[in-house]
C-alpha cells in the first residue's frame, strides 16, 4: 500500500483499518498482570489502529480503565498500567482520520450500569447509526461522543426487552444488539465477571480465541483478539476464529460459545485482510496471510507477466506479494527500497520543502540493486493513487532503474466501502476515476498490471481447508455488497454536494464511511 | 413415622431437612429457627427456644420427635446433647466433653498427640510474653490461633516472625477476639492443598464421608476477607479413594477410638480440615458438626437414607450397616448480600428460586432468607446456596452456576471461580 491520504503527511500510508481489539480472562488465582497483556497484546495489532489506544480490567468487583491518544507504547506506562488491576481486561486501538481525532472518541468506553462496569471495544462500522442513535436519543439516553462504540455501550447498558427478572442477562443484551444492528463489527465487552465477544453476522472484520499457557502447558484463561498475531505475542495457543454471529464468553469456568446468528447470513470476510490490513503472521480461515500474499503474488505473475531483471516490493506490506512474484517468474528478488520503521505517525509538520518531497522522508531506494535494471515494483493495492507514482519517479531517478514496472498485487480498488474501512466515496479511488491506462500514465509507470477478481479469489480461496463454509467480500474490487448500502451508495455518489456544502469537507466524507456528520469518526 | 427436629437455621439445616425429608421413615422434619427455604412438604420452621434445654425437652417429648439433629457448634459446647440424651430424647450430635475437640483448639492438640493423630507442631501459650519468647526460637511460617471459639475467626496466618510477633499482639494484648484467646496456639505453618472429610461416628465407628473443598475468600481468586465460606465441592479430586481410606484410618478412627476409651463416646458428625503435606495428611483442626457449606455438597451424594443413618450412629449400630454414596459429584455456590463479610443491608426481595430449583439437578438451600408474607427476602450474609450435581466436577459445577444464575436480589454477590481447583489443577 503506498497512498497517503492527502491530509496525513507523515502517518502510515493507505486505507485505515478500523480498529483492533483484544479480551482477556486470566484464572484469578494465577495473579496474571492482565493490563500488560493487554498492552502486548495491543501493541502487536497497532498497525490496526494508531490514533488512540485503550484497557480497561476488572477485578470481579469493579473496573478501572486508562486511555490517550497515540501508539500504545505512547499512551501507556508503568505509572499508568500499575492501577489497572483485576483478572481481565479488554484492549482497544482506534483509527480515525480526520474530524474525529479527539479523546472523547477513544476507546473502551466504560460506563456504570445498574449490574455493575460495562466496557465496550468496537471495530467495524455500524451501517444503521442514525437510526440507533435516534432511537437511544429518544428514550432519554445522552451521548457524549459519535462513534458507533457508543451506541453500542448504551444499547448495552438496556435492559433487552422483556425485562430482566433475574439479574442482568448479557446474552439477551447481546444478542438484542446484534439483531438491531446492522453492518460490521467485532466488538469485545467487559462485565464485572465476563468478558464477551462476538462477531457480525457475516463476519467482515476477523476475530479468534486463543487458550493462554503457563509453564508446562499449564492454561491460564482465554483470550480473544482481533487478529491472531496479537495471541501469539502474548503466549496464547490460537484455537479458532469466533464464528460469524457467533457470541463467546470467556469467565472462570472457561470458553462458552453461544451461536446467536451463526446461521442468518453468508460469511463475508473482508478480503482486504489478506490483502493488505492484517499482519502477515497472522491466521485467517486456518491460513497464514503471508501465504495468501505469496500466492497472490504468484497469480499476479501468472496473469501479467513481465521481461525483467529484478522484482522489488512496496516495504512492508507488499514483500510477501513481491516474492511470490519472483519465485512464479523466476526472476531475481531484491530489496529495492529501504524504509524507515520509526516514521510512524509524528507529531512534527515537516516543511514546505519537505512535504513535497514526503515520499522521500519515508523511503529511500537501493541504488546498488536497481542502477541500469528493468524493475518490477510489486504493491499490494492502490487506492487513491498519492505515493506510487512518487515511488516509482524515487527508483527511475534516484534508483536509475532503467524501466520500472508496476504489478499490483489486487484489482483497482473502484468502490467505496461502508464495514470499517475510511474509503467510503467513489471519487477519492483513482481505480474509479481512471482506466488502467490512464493510471498507468499518471503513475509514469512503463507498464502497470492489476491481478484480476478471479485470480485475486482464486489465490485467496486455494488455501482454505474448506473454502465451501467461508465467503468474502470483496465489494471495494466488484462492487458487489454483501450488505444492502443502497442508502450509502447515494450518499458516496453526492460527494459533491458535501464538497460545496461549507464546513463539509470530502476527507470527512471519506473518513467515515457512513452517512456523514460533522466530525464524524470512524471506531 | 418419625418426627425429626434439626437445630439451626443455615444453609446446613436447610440440606439436612431436605434430605431428612426425603426419608420414607420421616413424615415430618422441624427446624428451629429454620429460614425462608425450611417450609414446605414435610419441612416446618419452629419457635422453640433451644437455648433453654428444659423447654427444649418438654417440646420434643410434646411433639413426639424421635431424633434430634444438632447444626451448629454453639449448643453442642454448651451440652445440648447430654441434656437431651439425659432426658430420654435422642440426640445426633456429641456431648460437651466431645465438642471440646472444637470448643478448645489446644484441648484438640494435646488429644492428637496423646492419640497419635498427626498434625503441626504446635505450642500453647497463655500469656503474649511466652508467645514472643517461642517465635523467638521459632522462625518461619507460623499460624496463631486463638484457642477459644472466635466464629471461626481466630485464625491468623503468618509469613514470618514479626507477622505472628503482631498476630500474638492483636490476639493476646489488644484481645481482638476477648477470651477466646486466653490462650493462644503457636503452629508451624504447613503447605500444601487444604480438604475437609467429615465422619459419621456412633461412637465406635468412623465412616468417612467424600472429601471435600471449599473456598473461604470473598472474591474470586481467592482473595478478600475470610467468610463462613463461599462454595464447595465433593468428592475433591486430589482425595482418591485410597487416601479417603486412609485418613479415615488414621485420623478419623482414632479419634472415635480415643474418646471411647476416655469413656465419652463420639456420637455425631466429626469433620477434619486437613492439609495434604508433602510429608502426608496433617490434621489443621476439627470440628464437632457439619460444615457449611460442605454439607450442602455432601448430602446430595449420600444415597442410603439419612434418617436410617443417624438413627444407628445414635443406637450405636453403624458398623452393621453399609453407607452408599453416589459416584457423581457436586458442587454449591453462595449467593452472598452486597457487602459480605462486612456491613450489609438486609431485607432485600429474592427472585427464581423456584426456577432455579426446577433446572436439572439443582437444588437451593436457603441460609439467610425469610419470608415477609409472601415474599422471600434477605436476613443474612450468606443468604443462599444452589448446589448442582453431575456426573463430574464440571458438569457439577456448571449447574450450581446455571441455578444462580436464575436468582437475584439487590447487591448480590457471589463467587464465580468455585472449583478452580478440581477444573484446573486436573489432578
Known amino acids: ?456 479469489m482464486n489465490a485467496v480461496r486455494s488455501g482454505i481447508e474448506k473454502p465451501e463454509s467461508c465467503g468474502h467480500c470483496n465489494a471495494c474490487f466488484s462492487g458487489d455488497y454483501p450488505l444492502d448500502v443502497s442508502e450509502w451508495l447515494s450518499v458516496a455518489n453526492r460527494k459533491n454536494a458535501f464538497e460545496s456544502g461549507g464546513s463539509r469537507r470530502a476527507d470527512s466524507v471519506r473518513s467515515t464511511g457512513r452517512i456523514p456528520r460533522q466530525g464524524d469518526p470512524v471506531n | 413415622m418419625a418426627h425429626v427436629l434439626v437445630i439451626g437455621g443455615g444453609g446446613r439445616e436447610h440440606a439436612l431437612a431436605w434430605k431428612l425429608a426425603q426419608s420414607p421413615v420421616v413424615a415430618r422434619v422441624s427446624v428451629a429457627p429454620g429460614n425462608g427455604g425450611t417450609e414446605g412438604g414435610k419441612i416446618a420452621r419452629c419457635d422453640v427456644d433451644v437455648r433453654h434445654f428444659d423447654t427444649l425437652i418438654g417440646w420434643c417429648k410434646a411433639e413426639d420427635v424421635a431424633l434430634v439433629v444438632v447444626g451448629p457448634e454453639a449448643p453442642l459446647a454448651d451440652g445440648i446433647s447430654d441434656a437431651l440424651t439425659a432426658a430420654g430424647v435422642a440426640c445426633f450430635g456429641p456431648k460437651k466433653a466431645c465438642a471440646r475437640i472444637e470448643a478448645s483448639k489446644s484441648f484438640a492438640k494435646r488429644f492428637m498427640v496423646e492419640h497419635g493423630i498427626p498434625t503441626a507442631a504446635c505450642e500453647t501459650v497463655t500469656t503474649a510474653e511466652q508467645g514472643h519468647a517461642w517465635l523467638d526460637a521459632h522462625p518461619g511460617p507460623i499460624v496463631v490461633k486463638a484457642s477459644g471459639l472466635a466464629a471461626g475467626k481466630g485464625v491468623i496466618v503468618c509469613d514470618d516472625a514479626s507477622q505472628a510477633q503482631a498476630a500474638v499482639d492483636v490476639l493476646m494484648v489488644d484481645r481482638m477476639f476477648g477470651d477466646a484467646a486466653d490462650e493462644v496456639l503457636l503452629e508451624e505453618r504447613l503447605e500444601g492443598p487444604e480438604v475437609s472429610v467429615l465422619a459419621l461416628c456412633d461412637g465406635k465407628t468412623a465412616v468417612a464421608m467424600p472429601a471435600a473443598q471449599d473456598h473461604k475468600r470473598a472474591y474470586d481468586g481467592d482473595e478478600g476477607p475470610n467468610t463462613g465460606g463461599m462454595g464447595a465441592y465433593a468428592p475433591a479430586p486430589v482425595v482418591s479413594a485410597e487416601l479417603l481410606k486412609s485418613i479415615e484410618a488414621t485420623v478419623l478412627q482414632p479419634v472415635v477410638d480415643g474418646f471411647a476409651s476416655r469413656g465419652t463416646p463420639y456420637v455425631g458428625v466429626l469433620f477434619a480440615g486437613l492439609m495434604l503435606t508433602a510429608d502426608g495428611v496433617r490434621v489443621l483442626e476439627f470440628n464437632c458438626r457439619f460444615g457449611d457449606p460442605e454439607t450442602q455438597v455432601v448430602l446430595p451424594l449420600l ?73 422471600l427476602v434477605t436476613s443474612g450474609g450468606r443468604v443462599l446456596a444452589v448446589t448442582g450435581v453431575g456426573s463430574d466436577v464440571g458438569e457439577a459445577i456448571e449447574r450450581a452456576y446455571s441455578g444462580i444464575g436464575e436468582i437475584h436480589f439487590e447487591g448480590i454477590h457471589h463467587r464465580t471461580d468455585i472449583g478452580w481447583r478440581a477444573l484446573r489443577d486436573d489432578v
Open chain 1, 1 to 456: 500500500m503506498s497512498d497517503f491520504p492527502a491530509d496525513n503527511v507523515l502517518g502510515d500510508e493507505g486505507p485505515k483499518e478500523a480498529c483492533g481489539v483484544f479480551g482477556a480472562y486470566t484464572w484469578a488465582h494465577e495473579r496474571i498482570d492482565v493490563a500488560r497483556l493487554a498492552f502486548f497484546a495491543q501493541f502487536a495489532q497497532q498497525h490496526r489502529g494508531q490514533e488512540s489506544a485503550g484497557i480497561a480490567t476488572s477485578n470481579g468487583r469493579n473496573a478501572k480503565i486508562h486511555k490517550g491518544m497515540g501508539l500504545v507504547t505512547q499512551v501507556f506506562n508503568n505509572d499508568n498500567l500499575a492501577p489497572l488491576q483485576g483478572h481481565l481486561c479488554i484492549g482497544h486501538n482506534r483509527y480515525s482520520t480526520t474530524g474525529g481525532s479527539h479523546l472523547a472518541n477513544a476507546q473502551p468506553y466504560l460506563i456504570e450500569t445498574m449490574h455493575g462496569p460495562l466496557a465496550v471495544g468496537h471495530n467495524g462500522n455500524l451501517t444503521n447509526t442514525t437510526s440507533l442513535r435516534t432511537a437511544l436519543l429518544k428514550r432519554g439516553v445522552g451521548l457524549i461522543s459519535s462513534t458507533d462504540s457508543e451506541v453500542i455501550t448504551q444499547m448495552l447498558a438496556a435492559p433487552p426487552a422483556g425485562g430482566e427478572p433475574n439479574g442482568a442477562d448479557w446474552l439477551k443484551r447481546i444478542e438484542g444488539l446484534m439483531r438491531a444492528a446492522d453492518g460490521a463489527y467485532s466488538v469485545v465487552v467487559l462485565t464485572r465477571d465476563a468478558v464477551w465477544a462476538f462477531r457480525d453476522a457475516a463476519g467482515l472484520r476477523p476475530l479468534c480465541v486463543g487458550e493462554l499457557m503457563g509453564d508446562a502447558g499449564r492454561a491460564l484463561g482465554y483470550a480473544v483478539a482481533s487478529e491472531s498475531c496479537a495471541l501469539a505475542t502474548i503466549g496464547a495457543r490460537y484455537l479458532r476464529e469466533v464464528q460469524p454471529g457467533e457470541v463467546v464468553r470467556l469467565d472462570a469456568r472457561g470458553l462458552h460459545s453461544f451461536p446467536v446468528m451463526t446461521e442468518e447470513k453468508d460469511p463475508a470476510l473482508c478480503v482486504f485482510e489478506y490483502v493488505y490490513f492484517a499482519r502477515p503472521d497472522t491466521s485467517l480461515e486456518e491460513q497464514t496471510v503471508h501465504d495468501v500474499r505469496q500466492r497472490l503474488g504468484a497469480k499476479l505473475w501468472e496473469e501479467s507477466p513481465c521481461e525483467a531483471d529484478v522484482v522489488i516490493g512496496v516495504p512492508d506490506s507488499a514483500t510477501p506479494a513481491a516474492i511470490g512474484y519472483a519465485v512464479a517468474s523466476g526472476i531475481p528478488y531484491s530489496e529495492g527500497l529501504t524504509k524507515n520503521r520509526y516514521i510512524g505517525r509524528t507529531f512534527i509538520e515537516p516543511s514546505d520543502r519537505l512535504r513535497r518531497s514526503r515520499v522521500t522522508l519515508k523511503y529511500n531506494p537501493l541504488r546498488a540493486n536497481l542502477e541500469g535494471k528493468r524493475v518490477v515494483l510489486v504493491d499490494d493495492s492502490i487506492v487513491r493513487g498519492n505515493t506510487i507514482g512518487p515511488l516509482v519517479r524515487l527508483i527511475r531517478d534516484g534508483g536509475g532503474a532503467a524501466e520500472v514496472h508496476v504489478r499490483v498485487s489486487s484489482p483497482p480498488v473502484a468502490h467505496p466501502c461502508f464495514m470499517g474501512v475510511d474509503m467510503a466515496t467513489y471519487e477519492e479511488l483513482i481505480g474509479h476515476r481512471m482506466t488502467v491506462d490512464e493510471i498507468r500514465e499518471f503513475i509514469g509507470a512503463d507498464s502497470l498490471g492489476y491481478l484480476t477478481v478471479d485470480g485475486m
Open chain 2, 303 to 375: 444415597q442410603t437414607d439419612l434418617f436410617t443413618v443417624l438413627q444407628a450412629c445414635v443406637r450405636g449400630s453403624l458398623a452393621e450397616m453399609t453407607v452408599a454414596w453416589s459416584d457423581r459429584s457436586a458442587a454449591t455456590v453462595v449467593a452472598a448480600s452486597g457487602g459480605y463479610p462486612a456491613k450489609y443491608e438486609k431485607g432485600k426481595t429474592i427472585v427464581g428460586t423456584d426456577a432455579a430449583g426446577e433446572l436439572t439437578d439443582t437444588t437451593v438451600f436457603h441460609a439467610g432468607t425469610r419470608r415477609e408474607a409472601d415474599v
